[in-house]
């Protein structure tokens, strides 16, 4: 009872607490400042059998040099990997590269990025934020992997009721898709706000994406869905090249040496830069069990 008083207090009033103390916590969830770090980090997990996705924090941006901006550093990270032999891919946001204030400069920016990673031989997962943004996303997606297949893929969220739709238009070519639960607030006319029937949806979607022989990022930390999940990679009889689990840098340590013990692939998301705010308020608000922990508090 008091467990979850807390949790709903925290969660509602995160937005309010100072940079200064949230900064705190983003050591758990982000490599560090600078692209150095994330290199750091992904060198780390490649010596222990998971590769990683390097994610440049920055979101919902303004103005057109910024979107210039955030397109030449994942490039950067882009070359970087190459030149360091890393095992990692690139994350980025719709909206890091302009799509909240014009869709043709965000097309053409992702583009860029795209093809870029076609030259190094490298993937481009292109993150899916708030459903303002979902069908553009998915447009941008479709044109992106007809002129660069196997070089590109992008998320879908199962707490959206669109969702199994979604799969069903995207399934006419090739589909790459990290299938997530979704971390932002969405209304009840457009999202499932049951925690067990976006569960079901999860795996309702997996099975689909599965039957349409997509290849999917089974991103969760939920120990049920990841068990259903490994149910359904038998099932089909998937080889370990054909799917990957993934999981976000500080969570689930035990969850990731169970997966890679039963010889799964394992992706992390490793966030870098100094937009970390909103990134690492999404996970406290998902989690308010961290700070109760960092507090020493037992209710
Ligand atoms: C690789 C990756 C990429 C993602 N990309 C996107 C995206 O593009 N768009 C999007 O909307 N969402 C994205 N997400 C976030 C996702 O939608 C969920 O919000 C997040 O993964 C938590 O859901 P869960 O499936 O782990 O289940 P939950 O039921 O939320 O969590 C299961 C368990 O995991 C642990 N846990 C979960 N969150 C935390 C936390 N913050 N701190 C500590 N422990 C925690 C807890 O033990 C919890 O009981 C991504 C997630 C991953 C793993």
Request: proline share 3%.
């Amino acid at each position: 009872m008091l467990n979850n008083i807390f949790n709903f207090t925290i969660s509602n009033t995160i937005d309010y607490v100072p940079e200064q103390i949230i900064d705190f916590f983003s050591k758990k969830y982000v490599s560090g400042p600078s692209l150095s770090d994330a290199v750091k980090t992904t060198i780390d997990l490649n010596s222990k059998g998971m590769m990683s996705t390097i994610d440049v924090l920055g979101e919902f941006v303004q103005n057109e040099d910024q979107t210039i901006f955030f397109r030449n550093e994942c490039i950067k990270v882009l070359e970087t990997i190459k030149e360091e032999s890393l095992n990692a891919n690139l994350s980025l946001k719709p909206t890091q590269m302009g799509l909240a204030i014009n869709k043709a400069l965000c097309y053409e920016n992702i583009r860029k990025i795209v093809r870029r990673a076609k030259e190094l031989d490298n993937f481009v997962r292109i993150d899916m934020e708030n459903s303002p943004y979902t069908t553009d996303t998915l447009k941008m997606y479709k044109l992106l992997r007809e002129e660069f297949p196997g070089h590109v893929g992008t998320v879908l969220q199962a707490y959206l009721r669109r969702t199994i739709d979604d799969i069903d238009k995207l399934s006419d070519k090739n589909l790459n898709i990290r299938l997530c639960k979704g971390i932002y607030v969405e209304s009840y006319k457009i999202a499932y706000k049951n925690p067990e029937l976006i569960n079901e949806n999860y795996i309702y979607c997996l099975e689909k994406l599965f039957d349409n022989k997509a290849y999917v990022g089974i991103a969760t930390h939920d120990e049920k869905l990841i068990f259903h999940a490994m149910k359904l990679i038998r099932k089909y009889n998937l080889q370990p090249n054909e799917y990957e689990f993934q999981m976000l840098l500080g969570i689930g340590d035990e969850l990731r040496d169970f997966i890679l013990s039963k010889k799964h692939r394992l992706r992390i998301y490793v966030p870098y830069g100094k937009e970390w705010l909103s990134y690492v308020r999404r996970r406290l608000k998902e989690n308010p069990n961290i700070i109760k922990t960092a507090l020493g508090l037992k209710l």
